[in-house]
């Protein structure tokens, strides 16, 4: 007889029966009724493992919040999205890198194994690798770059060059279809037309744009060394009255504004070598004012914007050209305030004549003259007596020094210094003589006359006197001579 179905609402098991039967139920009558009753434990190991089985290892985006690193050194912090939260933690032994990163706000992509932690009963993320993700990756790449580039002294300001203040020619590196070239060309047309661009066409933005961006810069510089060696060569054949610099003057490196992503081409490495081994002075406008690249710390100047840029290059050409525009106003102005200036002179020595009557100042000036004649007498007559007191010193210090004692005692000095100088000199004479016959002996010792006693002869050319070293040298019919320590013999090659 088969057992009646039960419905879900059938708790005859749970309960005393009206019966009067027992209402406790064993786990054996639980299971033999088709009931599995599990512990929690039981079932959170399960969990766990259907989890682990299921999902495993993951990578998953999110915001830190509530960061805590206890004193273990394990990091505890929940990832969230705009709809849900995840339960993460770093242990101390996992050998994460960016550990730092890990911030309350941050953005971040984590890669760990999802499971349950069985003591409070919640799945959580064992984090296993750590990355900034978007933005803050970027953010991150420029400071290593910045630091890296700064310990090696490519932002040094000693080694900034001042950049031209007229110059003539310029080379631009942008895209020729983006905003900034249409911003530098307006301002250039403008302020200074007469400025020649050269225009190195290059992506700024996406992948292999900072390579081009390089190699916009090299070809630049190529092109202005070989413009100014071939300007040499012509100043040189042509002897020209006024030598002019084919080259460029400075090199313009520009985009428009636009994401960190979007300028990251003037974060690249690349680019900034090329900017610091450019032969010529480079300005860099990237972006707007509040943007900051790679490149603007490297290059020579920075400006905020391509239109910036255009009117720092422009400056010097647009200030001359308004200063010889306000000339004729400002010359007229100075003329007129030299002539008030005038005016006003003439006026106070006037009135100063008037104050001071000339008569008076005469009288001031023979006053002055009578005071210079007194002192004059006054000085004259204490000088002679001076001079007077002096002589009588002398005169009896003479009487107390006996002259001819101290005139004997100088010829006696005299003399002898003359024996001392004679005898240093015959002695210095027979020094000389020595060393020249010593030297003339050497020089004998050296000289052809020995070579020619010992049996070698010397042979000459009969014409031109020139020694022969080498029998190549001799051609046939040649007239020779031959010198021997006795005699010399003459002889004629054979044809």
């Known amino acids: ?227 100014v060696g071939s300007s040499r060569c012509d100043d040189r054949t042509a002897q020209r009255a006024v030598p002019t610099n084919n080259g460029l003057d400075l090199i313009l490196v520009t985009r428009g504004g636009g994401s960190l992503e979007d300028l990251w081409a003037f974060n690249e490495e690349v680019v900034a070598r090329a900017i610091f081994e450019s032969a010529i002075p480079v300005v860099s406008a990237i972006g707007h004012e509040i943007d900051f690249t790679i490149s603007d710390f490297v290059a020579d100047a920075r400006a905020a914007t391509p239109s910036a840029a255009a009117e720092i290059i422009t400056e010097g050409v647009f200030a001359s050209r308004e200063f010889v525009a306000e000339a004729p106003g400002m010359l007229r102005r100075m003329v007129h305030q030299r002539l008030e200036d005038a005016v006003t002179g003439f006026k106070q020595l006037q009135e100063r004549l008037t104050r001071v009557h000339p008569r008076r100042r005469l009288d001031e000036f023979l006053q002055r003259l009578d005071d210079l004649q007194t002192g004059l007498q006054r000085c004259a007559k204490q000088g002679t007596k001076e001079r007077q007191v002096a002589w009588q010193n002398l005169a009896t210090r003479l009487s107390r020094v006996r002259p001819a004692q101290l005139l004997k005692q100088r010829r006696e000095l005299l003399k002898t210094s003359r024996h001392r100088l004679r005898e240093l000199a015959q002695v210095q004479l027979r020094n000389w003589r020595n060393r020249f016959s010593a030297t003339e002996a050497r020089l004998r010792l050296l000289g052809p006359e020995q070579v020619l006693s010992r049996g070698y002869s010397i042979t000459t050319d009969a014409v031109t006197g020139k020694v022969l070293r080498a029998a190549a040298e001799v051609k046939g019919g040649r007239r020779l001579k031959t010198r021997l320590k006795i005699g010399e013999i003459f002889s004629r090659t054979e044809e």
């Open 1 to 227: 007889m088969s057992k009646p179905v039960k419905s879900q609402w059938d708790f005859g098991e749970l309960f005393p029966s009206s019966s009067g039967s027992s209402g406790a139920t064993n786990p054996t009558e639980s299971r033999s009724a088709g009931r599995t009753v599990l512990s929690v434990s039981e079932l959170t190991t399960q969990v766990k493992r259907l989890l682990e089985k299921s999902v495993g290892s993951v990578w998953v985006t999110g915001e830190v919040t509530n960061l805590r690193a206890q004193s273990s050194g394990h990091m505890y912090f929940t990832l969230k999205d705009a709809g849900a939260q995840l339960s993460c933690v770093l242990f101390r032994g996992e050998a994460v890198r960016n550990r730092s990163v890990l911030q309350d706000g941050q953005k971040l992509l984590l890669q760990g194994d999802v499971t349950v932690y069985e003591a409070r009963g919640q799945y959580q993320l064992i984090v296993r690798a750590v990355e900034l993700q978007g933005v803050g990756a970027l953010q991150i790449a420029f400071e290593k770059l910045k630091q890296q580039l700064a310990a090696e002294g490519l932002f040094a300001p000693e080694r900034k060059r001042p950049l031209p203040k007229y110059p003539q020619r310029i080379g631009l590196v942008t895209s020729p279809t983006g905003a900034a070239i249409r911003d530098v060309l307006h301002v250039v047309q403008r302020r200074n037309p007469a400025l020649e661009i050269i225009l190195a066409p290059c992506r700024v933005q996406g992948d292999g744009a900072a390579a081009e961006i390089a190699a916009a810069i090299r070809l630049l510089n190529e092109w202005h060394v070989s413009q």
